[in-house]
């Protein structure tokens, strides 16, 4: 064999022999199998977190994948042959036949022996092996969705969005996965309480109640006769003893294409479709794993100290440097000894490095988490420090002091500046939040921290470590378990009990007289059209209104006009907030436990006109107004005054400390892209971009204020709602929606997911008022007018969507709720 050929080569100190490295593996691309080790090789890396820790079934084409006339044909191979290496990580699973040894992919050695043996398909199943060799509970969800004779791609994508709307009720986060075949992948990450039978059954559960909601597109049936012209969700993967192809994987088509996990706003691009090995690695090099958001841990039984012990000689430094842990099949006679991973301590140090700089390390896994921090930390909330996060160190690091001798990494003094425990609220791939809780009479005391990645992944990746206020007393904390379940929102605080319950007196004077002025309109923007001449400032996902302030009393009112004062009565504290009489504008948001705006808890309040229904709930789901222009101060408009000068007396014109739910939010700052992006990990709608010089517009829509969506919003006419079926029969299974035009109400399409139980309740109500018997619209497809229920053309919604199609209906809609304040008259299709 020619040494072209044949290689003896060392990956992350393991020593491989690469053989048939010229072998052509995919003859209509003529990638070699040279190729396809070296994809594995840079792959791992985001591949690894997937895999480690669960038993690996191989497909393998020893020969190639063949052509389309002559395809080869691959064998399953699941026990692990003698011959494999000894440093090969491996888990027994018992079968009914007897026990099979399965290998363990936890390191980029393991998947580069297995790409020498051809394996092009890694298969896994949804657990992982815990500490004792035993199956663990899964720690995620997955559905796979096969399209059947006459549809493709683009509808898996629909019933992908169905099933994440669905998921997203439960809390779970969900990433789709292109499949590398025909169709799609979605995973949901799980804490690993439910077992596979129970998520199974869950999965069953979920595909059934969508079939039965869309059953010209959904089947979860797996009689193939049932499957031509929808889409099966196939759920049974998740039972604990069926593997799926795995994320990353290579597939064996005769294209090297991948199960590529893709970001949601792909979903909707032109052209959407399968990605092969080259195009993957370029997208993981640009923008990271869209997976890593799941949360991935080291597998039960790894070791997360290899990094650690790589820089260190034993011996060589006064540092404790434990010993790695036995592979898997051993790994349970220590699990005894090893740290629960419950534990909550941390330490900071102090290191005299070539640099001084201190070291925060948090207790997680069994390890400390560790971030190099060169100013500490913040001493104000209105100042951010770099932080780099470093390897894992040993839980024994946590008491660690001593000098690390020069030419040892890290050489230099470490002392410990404060010990003690921290409360978690939060813990994501790319978002901490938690307490720390210092030793008494030390320098720390207690405070509250965020951590928030900006650049990169892993070791040295760039976060920024942010001081926070502390929760208010009796806020609902999230305990560790629950880590995704708060944020680092810089949104306002809530509103106080006291706001609620004794708003400031209105004066003698009663509510002022109606305000004279319409809002000033933005139009749909794209980012390159906001220049530096514009300011920019957060879009907030919720309702516009303008404000009146005179004799110490307030006014508030809708788009519309419509006065909403008695609607909101937490506001009525905006005339003790203000330092002047004043006409403002602003948006009323409600925020969700993790601070950020809600829109659909908003709906609960902008749709209540009983006073003794706002009674009840304003204390339950309070509102605060987000102040963002002014129109008037002390009788004297304006409106005239470019924005620049308008801002500036907004902020002077707002007196702190009053209690009142009311605050001029700060701008967002750099550069559009910058701030969309934050905009986007915030959780907001978008950002908007208003011309410095550029006077108020009341009344008019202008190209002054442009409005930058993460995802594409659109106000409708509801005229028409059609009948469910199955388990929803009586009841409404989606709405038809239009545009006022030309020709009179124009049909865009129909949206049938989002909706909350209740919401379909009330709107079910809301409609039989509204009942009539001809369509409203100029014309509709005979397929949506079929069992069509006509409504006067009264109500405005609001819907998420995709794109518009040529013939100009909307795709992929989502419901986002009612809107009251708005009249049907004065919609208008949206930019795009």
């Known amino acids: 064999m020619a040494d072209a050929e044949r290689q003896l080569v060392e990956v992350d100190g393991r020593r491989l022999r690469l053989t048939n490295l010229d072998k052509v593996m995919y003859p209509e691309t003529g990638t070699t199998k040279g190729e396809v080790i070296s994809y594995y090789a840079e792959i791992a890396a985001v591949m690894v977190p997937h895999v480690a820790g669960r038993p690996v079934t191989r497909k393998r084409w020893v020969h190639g994948v063949g052509t389309a006339e002559h395809p080869e044909t691959p064998f399953f191979e699941k026990n692990l042959a003698e011959h494999a290496p000894e440093w090969l990580r491996r888990g027994v699973i018992q079968h009914s036949d007897g026990p099979k040894t399965y290998p363990i992919a936890g390191d980029r050695a393991s998947l580069v022996w297995m790409a020498q043996q051809a394996a092009l398909e890694l298969h896994v199943p949804q657990w992982r092996f815990a500490p004792d060799g035993s199956a663990a509970n899964p720690d995620r969800m997955v559905f796979d969705f096969d399209p059947g004779e006459g549809v493709g791609l683009a509808e898996c994508a629909e019933v992908a ?22 169709g799609l ?77 893709r970001e949601w706003a792909e979903l909707d691009e032109p052209g959407f479709g399968q990605l092969e090995f080259h195009e993957v690695l370029a997208r993981v090099a640009a923008s990271g794993d869209p997976m890593a958001r799941l949360g991935c841990t080291t597998a039960p039984g790894g070791d997360a100290l290899d990094a650690y012990r790589a820089k260190r000689t034993v011996g060589a430094t006064p540092e404790p440097i434990p010993a790695a842990r036995e592979r898997i099949e051993s790994a349970g006679a220590d699990a005894a000894g090893a740290t629960d991973a419950s534990g909550r301590r941390f330490t900071i140090q102090e290191h005299h490095a070539r640099r001084l700089h201190f070291d925060l390390r948090l207790e997680r896994d069994g390890v400390l988490r560790s971030w190099a921090v060169p100013k500490g930390v913040p001493e104000t909330t209105g100042v951010n420090h770099l932080a780099v996060q470093t390897e894992d160190h040993p839980l024994e690091y946590l008491d660690f002091e001593g000098t690390i001798p020069a030419g040892e990494y890290g050489a230099g003094s470490m002392t410990v500046w404060d010990t003690g425990e921290y409360e978690l609220e939060k813990w994501r791939d790319d978002e901490l939040i938690f307490t720390l809780e210092g030793r008494v009479g030390g320098p720390l005391g207690r405070v509250r921290l965020a951590l928030i990645r900006t650049d990169g992944e892993g070791e040295k990746s760039s976060w920024l470590l942010h001081r926070m206020k502390e929760q208010r007393a009796g806020q609902r904390h999230a305990g560790p378990a629950a880590a995704s379940e708060a944020s680092a929102v810089p949104a306002p605080p809530e509103a106080s009990a006291s706001s609620l319950a ?7 004077a009663g509510r002022p007289p109606r305000i004279p002025y319409a809002p000033m309109l933005a139009v749909a923007g794209a980012p390159g059209l906001a220049g530096d001449d514009r300011a920019l400032e957060w879009k907030w996902d919720g309702i516009r209104v303008l404000a009146r302030v005179e004799d110490g009393a307030s006014r508030l009112a809708s788009r519309t006009g419509r006065d909403v004062t008695e609607v909101y009565p937490e506001l009525a504290g905006l005339a003790s907030a203000l330092r002047a009489d004043a006409v403002v504008d602003g948006e009323i948001v409600a925020l969700d436990e993790d601070g950020r705006p809600d829109f659909g808890l908003l709906q609960h309040r902008m749709n209540l006109a009983d006073a003794r229904e706002i009674a009840k709930t304003a204390p339950r789901i309070p509102v605060r107004l987000l102040l963002f222009d002014v129109l008037e101060v002390a009788g004297s408009p304006t409106v005239d005054e470019p ?12 007196r702190p400390g009053t209690g009142a739910p009311v605050e001029v ?39 002054d204020w442009l409005k930058l969506k993460l995802a594409r919003t659109q106000e409708v006419v509801i005229g028409g709602y059609r009948r469910g079926v199955g388990t929803r029969t009586g009841r409404i299974r989606s709405l038809l929606l239009g545009l006022p035009g030309e020709r009179g109400l124009e049909y865009v399409g129909r949206v049938g997911s989002g909706f909350r139980e209740r919401e379909l309740d009330r709107l079910l109500a809301r409609f039989r008022e509204l009942e009539r018997e001809t369509s409203p619209f100029v014309e509709v497809p005979a397929a949506d007018a079929a069992d069509a229920v006509w409504l006067r053309p009264e109500l405005v919604g609001e819907i998420e969507f995709g794109s ?17 304040d708005l009249d049907p008259a004065g919609v208008r299709r949206e930019g795009g």
Request: proline share 6%; aromatic share 4%; net charge positive.
């Open 643 to 654: 924005y620049r000068r308008r801002r500036e007396r907004l902020e002077r014109l707002l």
């Open 161 to 182: 969005r169905l099933v994440r709307d669905l998921i997203g009720g439960m809390g779970l986060e969900a990433v789709p996965v292109t499949s590398g075949s025909k």
């Open 502 to 508: 004794a708003p400031a007196p209105r004066g003698t």
């Open 665 to 703: 939010p700060a701008p967002a700052e750099g550069s559009v892209e910058t701030a969309l992006a934050e905009a986007e990990r915030l959780g907001l709608e978008g950002v908007m971009a208003k011309r410095l010089d550029s006077p108020y517009r009341a009344g008019e829509r202008s190209d």
């Open 185 to 261: 992948h979605l995973y949901a990450g799980l804490d690993g309480s439910q077992s596979s039978e129970q998520v199974s059954d869950v999965a069953h559960e979920l595909a059934r109640a969508l079939e039965a909601d869309h059953p010209e597109l959904i089947v979860s049936s797996m009689r193939k006769a049932l499957r031509t012209g929808k889409v099966l969700i196939d759920w049974s993967q998740n039972n604990g003893k069926k593997t799926t192809i795995a994320p990353y994987s290579l597939r064996g088509r005769l294209r090297p294409s991948v199960a590529a996990p």
């Open 804 to 820: 518009w199609t040529r013939t100009g209906v909307v795709r992929h809609a989502r419901w986002r709720g009612l809107r009251p």
